[in-house]
């Protein structure tokens, strides 16, 4: 019986795991930012003068917690991590060491030529970054439109207090809720089309140099995609889909290559 090819990913461990463990953090101190600031909105200062100072100091110790926790990882942790990736890619695609850190068993395609393996290896990329996408977004999709459903029922609501709906506003067009589903979508969308362009190029067969000029395109908007959207991709979801992926990247790679 065959055996499976070793597989050993460090950079994920090593700067990846720090990164989701800032976000989640992040997502934490939101829903507390976003709970302390609705029940602002129910205590009268009035009636429990002390109760009120507490939250509101509660308050305002999320809201810039919160805002530390996202600006060092977008700023440190998310940079760190990208960055090492793509020393290790271009390590891999082009056979030089740029980094001693190395993935084992994931860019496993046989081409020799070097620019034409930095254009399989972003292929490989982005067909497994749409497919995670894809089924993170559905998750996304039900919680953006359960929140702005509540939202709407609120403003709708003449009777609803106008601080409990600016506090609502507040967390449902927030970074977490609304902004990361849309950023989800366009980092899905973007895949697509770098992964259905350069799949076409390979395709076309056009002069070396035509066909070196798209992948370095491909590599740049696919990397320049990444930066902005700054969505780490759910290692349960690729845990789940690999298998099918892999399946699918290997028929994809085999009419490529013969």
Do not use: C
């Not at 200062?45 to 917690?65: E, M």
């Not at 609502?168 to 697509?192: C, D, M």
């Not at 349960?236 to 892999?246: A, C, E, G, K």
Request: hydrophobic letters at 45%.
């Amino acid at each position: 019986m065959a055996t499976q090819p070793q597989r050993s990913d460090p950079i994920s461990e090593k700067y990846f795991k720090p990164l989701e463990r800032a976000d989640a953090a992040g997502d934490w101190l939101f829903v507390g930012a976003a709970v302390v600031s609705i029940i602002t909105v129910l205590i009268e200062k009035g009636d429990l003068p002390r109760a009120y100072n507490l939250i509101q100091g509660t308050f305002v110790v999320l809201v810039l917690s919160l805002f530390v926790a996202g600006q060092i990882s977008r700023l440190y942790f998310s940079p760190r991590a990208e960055d090492k990736r793509r020393e290790e890619f271009l390590s891999n695609a082009l056979s030089v060491n740029l980094t001693h850190e190395r993935t084992i068993g994931y860019y496993n395609n046989s081409e020799i030529d070097p620019i034409r393996k930095v254009g399989l290896n972003i292929l490989e990329n982005t067909h497994f970054t749409k497919a995670i996408a894809l089924e993170m977004v559905k998750r996304e999709r039900l919680v953006s439109g359960t929140y702005l459903a509540i939202w709407l029922v609120l403003l709708l609501n003449r009777d609803t207090d106008l601080g409990l709906i600016s506090a609502a506003a507040q967390a449902v067009f927030g970074e977490q809720i609304i902004s990361r589903w849309l950023r989800l979508e366009w980092l899905r969308i973007r895949s697509e089309k770098i992964f259905r362009e350069l799949h076409r190029a390979f395709l076309s067969n056009p002069a070396p140099h035509v066909l070196g000029a798209q992948i370095l395109e491909a590599f740049s908007t696919y990397e320049a995609t990444k930066s902005s959207a700054s969505i780490v991709l759910s290692t349960s979801s690729f845990d789940r889909l690999n298998p099918s992926l892999t399946q699918e990247w290997e028929d994809i790679k085999a009419s490529l290559t013969t």
